[in-house]
């Protein structure tokens, strides 16, 4: 009797196996979904936006790399789930010595292949920024470092307002209210905050660059590599082709993608990005061989470039004082 009743029990689990493993594979899937969306934080891009009101007396690329850093770690695992960064202990292992080598990459062999593709009305006006930032002493080093770690903390301090268990949140109460329902899904007050802020800091960003735009001075260009608008354009448009079809390939086989949108947007997004800084890194290294001898020349002080009234004719002068 116990033989039939264990061989009957055997058949059963046995014929519901494959209902048993879909349904636990889709309600593990569906928490990891919903796991992503409460942790859901700023776009990486629109952090730099909290360091620009800071920037006196640091380093601005430091600060803004600083700014991004505790992301990294998702680039480099290409998910979006991973916050090896997001802690106080995980600023001085992670994000300092990676920022650091991005801040390095930077400076040395991103800079100028970077400065090719630009207008050239843009690039009169960031001539006193092409040299490298200089690494000498102990000062400098202690600069930088001291302008990544800023930037880094900058980075949890917005983080805190808007991630579930964020310091702030979990401070005030209030942050964890519902806001409003949308499609019987509520939307809480630090969720909001989040794509607020997203928004509001690519926005502001774009907004410091246009008020710099129009303040800066004109720089006579030095000697450099012509590229063509038609070439510019071709590399822009590979750069975002090699950058986002990679990535929604990649996000499409290893996430479920009609359980939650969003999390195929956040797998999506940290393997653009990932993909975005290959293809810039690989770029860098072309042009740095390709345009070797611009590459490792240094730019001297440009003087700038004025308008004057002669005649009721626009003239210009050079005037030979050097930039700050």
Same mark, same amino acid.
């Given at each position: 009797?116990?033989?039939?009743?264990?061989?009957?029990?055997?058949?059963?689990?046995?014929?519901?196996?494959?209902?048993?493993?879909?349904?636990?594979?889709?309600?593990?899937?569906?928490?990891?979904?919903?796991?992503?969306?409460?942790?859901?934080?700023?776009?990486?891009?629109?952090?730099?936006?909290?360091?620009?009101?800071?920037?006196?007396?640091?380093?601005?690329?430091?600060?803004?790399?600083?700014?991004?850093?505790?992301?990294?770690?998702?680039?480099?695992?290409?998910?979006?789930?991973?916050?090896?960064?997001?802690?106080?202990?995980?600023?001085?292992? %992670?994000?300092?010595?990676?920022?650091?080598?991005?801040?390095?990459?930077?400076?040395?062999?991103?800079?100028?292949?970077?400065?090719?593709?630009?207008?050239?009305?843009?690039?009169?006006?960031?001539?006193?920024?092409?040299?490298?930032?200089?690494?000498?002493?102990?000062?400098?080093?202690?600069?930088?470092?001291?302008?990544?770690?800023?930037?880094?903390?900058?980075?949890?301090?917005?983080?805190?307002?808007?991630?579930?268990?964020?310091?702030?949140?979990?401070?005030?109460?209030?942050?964890?209210?519902?806001?409003?329902?949308?499609?019987?899904?509520?939307?809480?007050?630090?969720?909001?905050?989040?794509?607020?802020?997203?928004?509001?800091?690519?926005?502001?960003?774009?907004?410091?660059?246009?008020?710099?735009?129009?303040?800066?001075?004109?720089?006579?260009?030095?000697?450099?590599?012509?590229?063509?608008?038609?070439?510019?354009?071709?590399?822009?448009? %590979? %750069?975002?082709?090699?950058?986002?079809?990679?990535?929604?390939?990649?996000?499409?086989?290893?996430?479920?993608?009609?359980?939650?949108?969003?999390?195929?947007?956040?797998?999506?997004?940290?393997?653009?990005?990932?993909?975005?800084?290959?293809?810039?890194?690989? %770029?860098?290294?072309?042009?740095?061989?390709?345009?070797?001898?611009?590459?490792?020349?240094?730019?001297?002080?440009?003087?700038?470039?004025?308008?004057?009234?002669?005649?009721?004719?626009?003239?210009?002068?050079?005037?030979?004082?050097?930039?700050?």
């Amino acid at each position: 009797m116990k033989f039939r009743q264990t061989a009957g029990i055997r058949v059963w689990l046995e014929s519901n196996y494959n209902t048993f493993s879909s349904s636990f594979n889709f309600t593990l899937s569906r928490y990891r979904s919903e796991r992503y969306l409460k942790s859901a934080m700023p776009l990486t891009i629109a952090h730099p936006a909290i360091v620009i009101p800071i920037r006196h007396r640091l380093v601005l690329s430091a600060l803004m790399i600083g700014s991004m850093a505790p992301d990294f770690s998702k680039i480099f695992s290409l998910s979006p789930r991973v916050t090896l960064g997001h802690s106080v202990p995980g600023v001085f292992w %992670f994000c300092v010595p990676v920022g650091l080598i991005f801040f390095i990459l930077l400076q040395h062999l991103l800079k100028k292949p970077l400065f090719l593709l630009l207008p050239a009305n843009h690039q009169k006006r960031l001539v006193p920024w092409l040299n490298p930032f200089p690494l000498r002493t102990a000062a400098q080093w202690g600069l930088v470092i001291v302008s990544l770690i800023i930037g880094a903390f900058s980075h949890l301090f917005w983080d805190s307002f808007t991630h579930e268990h964020g310091w702030s949140v979990e401070a005030f109460p209030f942050l964890q209210s519902n806001l409003f329902t949308f499609h019987g899904r509520p939307f809480r007050i630090h969720e909001c905050l989040q794509h607020a802020s997203t928004v509001g800091g690519s926005i502001f960003l774009a907004a410091c660059y246009v008020r710099f735009y129009q303040k800066a001075s004109i720089h006579p260009l030095p000697s450099i590599p012509l590229i063509s608008v038609k070439v510019k354009l071709i590399l822009g448009c %590979f %750069f975002i082709a090699g950058a986002v079809f990679p990535a929604l390939i990649f996000a499409n086989t290893h996430t479920y993608r009609l359980i939650s949108w969003k999390f195929f947007a956040g797998r999506a997004a940290v393997a653009s990005m990932a993909f975005f800084c290959f293809e810039l890194i690989l %770029f860098g290294i072309v042009c740095h061989f390709y345009f070797k001898k611009f590459s490792t020349a240094k730019v001297k002080k440009p003087g700038m470039i004025q308008p004057r009234m002669h005649t009721n004719n626009h003239e210009w002068e050079s005037n030979d004082e050097e930039c700050k």
